[in-house]
């Protein structure tokens, strides 16, 4: 949208490469979000968990290996797994079919607008962890 709205052109794939790999080479500076990981642990083993995230599988692996919660989860969805991503539902409506978990039974900690409007779409209760 802004390279259009200053008639610049993108190679869409070159970019999003690059993005990648610049955000894998400061990977080691990732932590935990202290307030969400606690939440995790406290449900870990207790109830089915899932990452159903808009990143490439890639990344959201290497994140989750990064702050040590990998192990977590039963299932992870990620953009290789859907094919509309949020606000559109389905990356969250794929974790719960894959949990087999009806959507109105499960909960979403998510830190970003489209996510929100994702899980609302998706008939999920939704936790805006900004506001934790």
Not at 41 to 63: D, F, I, P, Y
Not at 64 to 78: D, G, R
Request: hydrophobic letters at 40%; glycine letters at 6%; proline letters at 5%.
């Amino acid at each position: 949208m802004f390279a259009a709205e200053q008639g610049k052109e993108i190679d869409f794939p070159l970019a999003l490469a690059e993005k990648e790999q610049r955000f894998l080479e400061s990977l080691h500076l990732l932590e935990r979000i202290p307030h969400v990981v606690e939440i995790a642990e406290n449900h870990r083993g207790k109830l089915q968990m899932a990452v159903a995230s808009g990143g490439t599988r890639n990344l959201v692996h290497r994140q989750l290996q990064q702050i040590e919660v990998m192990s977590w989860f039963e299932t992870i969805v990620t953009c290789e797994d859907t094919e509309f991503h949020k606000p559109d539902p389905h990356v969250f409506l794929e974790a719960a079919s894959r949990l087999r978990v009806k959507p109105e039974h499960c909960r979403v900690y998510e830190d970003g607008e489209p996510g929100i409007e994702a899980a609302r779409r998706a008939g999920m209760e939704c936790i805006d962890i900004r506001k934790m």
